[in-house]
Structures are given as structure tokens and as C-alpha cells.
């Protein structure tokens, strides 16, 4: 299948700053693509060269087979872009916002069309600076899809938002992902990621360190293996010598054991329960999330990925 970005070699230098250093990746058509990575990182430049709004040092990239460098209207007619924080005037209806964006594009869908799509009708006749935040979200990305964009870019969409009205953004971004928008995405929220993105690109110091599904980047790169273990009558102390066990700390009903390796820790614990006759009444692999895996990479100096 043909990517709809691909990304090659790309680094930007600013003054003195080198922001992005020589990242290449592939997005494919109907994916959520998460691109994350600690402040600074280098996300918003590499989205930005994508978008055609800025112009990269050296290496390439294609957005639906046109180079931003040369095509960038051909591509904004076909892309989609919802920004962070974005206000309206403040005596705008949402029909009206829906209608005044869909003159901004030559293809478009009809204001009832866009209203119905993301389930706006029952806020048509709402002022969009009187929404809550989940539904002026909702609003911003009903106007960033007006033109049926093929590809669909969301800055942070879901910040601020309380957890229900996330969920129903969440909800929305799939819906669009199911009637085959690709989506890029870059956000602080792990769990948003987790539950999003089919694949992520890892950015830190503007190289790209990891590129993969959330579970394989979550499984390669989170750097301790932990089981817990709770019961009765346990001995730390025995834990502790186990070969494969290389700490052991107990927290609040239970003990965290962090091993070397899952299944010959499974085996040494169980040998060893049996042996000494403990009663063990939850038993289970931690395998870390993309948050330990964000705050691992967030303290790493740069050099050491
Ligand atoms: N116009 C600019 N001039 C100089 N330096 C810049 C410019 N834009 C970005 N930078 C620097 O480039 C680096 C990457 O910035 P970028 O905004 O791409 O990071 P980011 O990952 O999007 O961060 P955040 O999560 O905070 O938005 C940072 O060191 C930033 O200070």
C-alpha cells in the first residue's frame, strides 16, 4: 500500500538549534499515527514541515505523493488541521462557524451534513463561545473536516477536557478513522495515545527513538519487567535471592518484584510458594504503560537512545 506521508531524512536547523535530526517514517492510508515525545522534542516542527507551514533543512517529504515545498494549496485542499486552544468570535453559532468555514474550501459537505456527522444538531443554534469545552472541541473538529480532508491532523485534542467529554472525542477521531481519514496526532496524554494510535512515532531531542504499535514500543523499550505478587505469609527476604528476581519492594497489600525475565521469575516464585507453603492470592505481569514509558524518556539524556 502506498503511504499518504512519507517522511525521509528529514532535519531542520534553526539559528542554532538543531530541531529535527534526520527522522524517516511512513504513514499508511485509515492509520491513527501518534507522534509523542517530552516538550521540546522536535513534534511540532516535523507536524509543521508535513503541513507545508515550514521548510525543512534537508531530506524529504511527500503528503499524498506532492512535495509541501512545492504543492503545499493542492495539499491543504486534502488535509485537515485542528489546533489547540483555537477561539471563535464570541457571537458565532455553530451553524454559522460551520457554515462561514465550508466557504474556505471548494469541496465541501452541506452545513446539515457536517452538523449530523459529528452529532452537532442539537447544538446548531448554540453560541460557540458559551459551549463547554468537550463540545467546543467537538465544534473545531467538525470545521477541520468540512472538506472530507483526507488526512486529519489533531494538536492536543482532547487538553482540558474532562474525562467523559475525552471519551467522546475519542469516540469522534475513531468515526473518522472508520469512514477513512488518516489521522496524525500528537498529544501529552498516554492513555489517549494507548487507546488511539495504531502506530506511534517516538520522538526525543528531535531523533526519532522508537517507531512501532503502543504495545511493541510499550514491551522494546520500557526497561524494567515487574510482576506483583500479593498474599499470605510471604518472605520478602526469599523473593529477594531468587536468581531471576532482581528487586523486590513491598507497596501497600502487595510486592513488586522487578525480574530479568518474566517466565523463569513465574517459575522460581511458584517453586518456591510451593516449597514454603505460601498462599498467593493475586499474581500478575506489569508490563508497564506508555506513561513510564514517556516519563523514561523524558529524563534521558540526550545521546543515551
Ligand atoms: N522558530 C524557531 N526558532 C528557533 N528555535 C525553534 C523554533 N521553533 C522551535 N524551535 C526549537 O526547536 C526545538 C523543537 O521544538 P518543537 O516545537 O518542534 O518541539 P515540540 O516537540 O513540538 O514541543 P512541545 O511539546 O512543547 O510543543 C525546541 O528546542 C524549540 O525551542
Not at 492510508?29 to 507545508?52: D, H, L, R, W, Y
Not at 459551549?131 to 468540512?146: E, Y
Not at 526469599?238 to 521469575?265: C, G, H, N, W, Y
Amino acid at each position: 500500500m502506498e503511504p499518504v506521508i512519507q517522511v525521509k531524512n528529514l532535519s531542520k536547523k534553526f539559528s542554532n538549534v538543531l530541531a529535527v535530526k534526520n527522522i524517516s517514517f511512513s504513514v499508511h492510508s485509515g492509520e491513527v499515527f501518534g507522534i509523542i515525545g517530552p516538550n521540546g522534542a522536535g513534534k511540532t516542527t516535523t507536524i509543521e514541515i508535513i503541513e507545508g507551514l515550514q521548510v525543512q533543512t534537508r531530506g524529504s517529504v511527500q503528503v499524498l505523493g506532492l512535495d509541501p515545498k512545492k504543492n503545499v494549496s493542492k495539499i491543504r485542499e486534502q488535509i485537515g488541521v485542528m489546533f489547540q486552544h483555537t477561539e471563535l468570535q464570541r457571537k458565532i453559532k455553530v451553524w454559522e462557524a460551520v457554515d462561514l468555514f465550508s466557504n474556505f474550501y471548494s469541496h465541501n459537505i452541506s452545513v446539515e451534513d457536517a452538523l449530523h456527522r459529528l452529532n452537532l444538531e442539537p447544538y446548531r443554534n448554540h453560541y460557540f463561545s458559551q459551549l463547554s469545552g468537550g463540545w467546543k472541541q467537538k465544534v473545531l473538529l467538525t470545521l477541520a473536516t468540512l472538506h472530507a480532508p483526507k488526512i486529519l491532523f489533531l494538536d492536543e485534542p482532547s487538553a482540558g477536557l474532562d474525562p467523559n467529554s475525552r471519551r467522546d472525542l475519542w469516540h469522534l477521531i475513531l468515526l473518522l478513522r472508520d469512514q477513512g481519514t488518516t489521522i496524525i496526532l500528537t498529544t501529552h496524554y498516554m492513555e489517549e495515545a494507548e487507546r488511539l494510535c495504531d502506530r506511534i512515532a517516538l520522538i526525543n531531542h528531535g531523533k526519532l527513538v522508537g517507531l512501532d504499535t503502543p504495545e511493541s514500543l510499550i514491551a522494546h523499550l520500557t526497561k524494567e519487567k515487574s510482576l506483583i505478587i500479593q498474599g499470605e505469609s510471604i518472605d520478602l527476604t526469599e523473593l529477594k535471592a531468587l536468581p531471576s528476581v532482581m528487586k523486590a519492594v513491598p507497596s501497600k497489600e502487595m510486592i513488586r518484584l522487578t525480574v530479568t525475565d518474566f517466565q523463569k521469575a513465574s517459575f522460581e516464585v511458584f517453586s518456591l510458594a510451593t516449597r514454603l507453603n505460601w498462599k498467593i492470592d493475586d499474581f500478575r505481569y506489569d508490563r508497564g504503560t506508555l506513561d513510564d514509558l514517556f516519563a523514561q524518556l523524558s529524563t534521558e539524556k540526550e545521546g543515551m537512545l
